[in-house]
Structures are given as structure tokens and as C-alpha cells.
């Protein structure tokens, strides 16, 4: 059984900036794309970044340049960056964790918000 754990969110003001984490744990192998998904209310989930277990990273056209993801494999963790929030920024924050069969967890969320 494989668990993600976020942390991190919370209030800001724009302008502001947040670091979320996703530490995974349990029977986990070969892990391939690790990457951050949200959805606000009324929408639907949207990308918002991932990363390759090679360090390869895609992200959303709304975020580059302000957010940044990383990995550390060791501990089997993600983290997302993000700078100059603005209030469309918020939402509730999801990661995922791909293995090598394609299958893919999710985190439980957590919730960003920033205040205009």
C-alpha cells in the first residue's frame, strides 16, 4: 500500500510564496513521474507541473517562470516552489506518484489560497 502525504499549504497574500511537499511511503517501486495537480472550485483538476525520474520537467503555460518542481528519490519526495502567487493560484493542490506499470497514486490534497 502506497501513502503520499502533503504539506505545506496554506494563506498568502499575492505576491507571496509557498513550498509544498509529498513524501511517499510504503511498497513502493520504480517510481517514474512524480508531479503536482489542482483544481479550484468549479474546475477541473489541471496540471500543474511534473517531473521524470530523469529530472526531465513539463509545466502548466500559467506557472512557469514562478514555480518550480523538484525530487529527491532518496526519500522518495516532490516539491513544488512557488513565488509570485497570484489569487488564481488558489486551489486545492494534489500530487501523484507514478510507477513504472503507469499506475498512479494521489495524495490526499492540500489547500493554497492567496488573498488579492
Known amino acids: 500500500q502506497v501513502q503520499l502525504v502533503e504539506s505545506g499549504g496554506g494563506l498568502v497574500q499575492a505576491g507571496g510564496s509557498l513550498r509544498l511537499s509529498c513524501a511517499a511511503s510504503?511498497?513502493?517501486?520504480?517510481?517514474?513521474?512524480m508531479g503536482w495537480y489542482r483544481q479550484a472550485p468549479g474546475k477541473q483538476r489541471e496540471l500543474v507541473a511534473t517531473?521524470?525520474?530523469?529530472?526531465?520537467?513539463v509545466y502548466a503555460d500559467s506557472v512557469k517562470g514562478r514555480f518550480t518542481i523538484s525530487r529527491d528519490n532518496a526519500k522518495s519526495t516532490v516539491y513544488l516552489q512557488m513565488n509570485s502567487l497570484k489569487a488564481e493560484d488558489t486551489a486545492l493542490y494534489y500530487c501523484?506518484?507514478?510507477?513504472?506499470?503507469?499506475?498512479?497514486?494521489w495524495g490526499q490534497g492540500t489547500q493554497v489560497t492567496v488573498s488579492s
Open positions: 501523484r506518484l507514478q510507477v513504472i506499470s503507469g499506475y498512479g497514486y
Open positions: 517531473i521524470s525520474s530523469g529530472g526531465s520537467t
Open positions: 510504503g511498497s513502493i517501486f520504480a517510481i517514474t513521474v
